[in-house]
């Protein structure tokens, strides 16, 4: 199975993949029956403090994966995903600042 390879790529791949599945489940959970996902992507861009407020719940799921992969001893796939992880932490605070 893919999931079991000890792969930078496949680290980055789930690191960059898991927030974006992560934040789909976090709209449908708390925004889903307010606004569409267009109005909530508008809400986003438009409140800024909320940026960290939706990041930090988004990234549990690579902080999940990362703990799973360091278990297991695949530190390349758990280096890819904390690489991920960073660039989307170091992104969403750019975003809420500029």
């Known amino acids: 199975m893919i999931f079991k390879k000890d792969n930078l790529k496949l680290g ?14 976090y709209y449908m959970w708390k925004f889903y029956p307010t606004f569409s996902l267009g109005e909530f992507f508008h809400y986003l861009l438009t ?11 988004c ?7 990362f703990t799973v ?10 280096k890819g995903i904390f690489v ?9 605070l750019l975003f809420k600042f500029i």
């Open 47 to 57: 409140n800024k403090p909320q940026i960290t407020a939706v990041s930090v719940p």
């Open 69 to 78: 992969y360091i278990n297991s001893h695949r530190d390349s796939t758990a």
């Open 59 to 65: 990234l549990v799921l690579n902080i999940a994966l």
């Open 12 to 25: 980055l791949v789930l690191g960059l993949v898991a927030p974006i599945l992560s934040l789909l489940i």
């Open 84 to 92: 991920a992880t960073l660039l989307y932490a170091i992104v969403a």
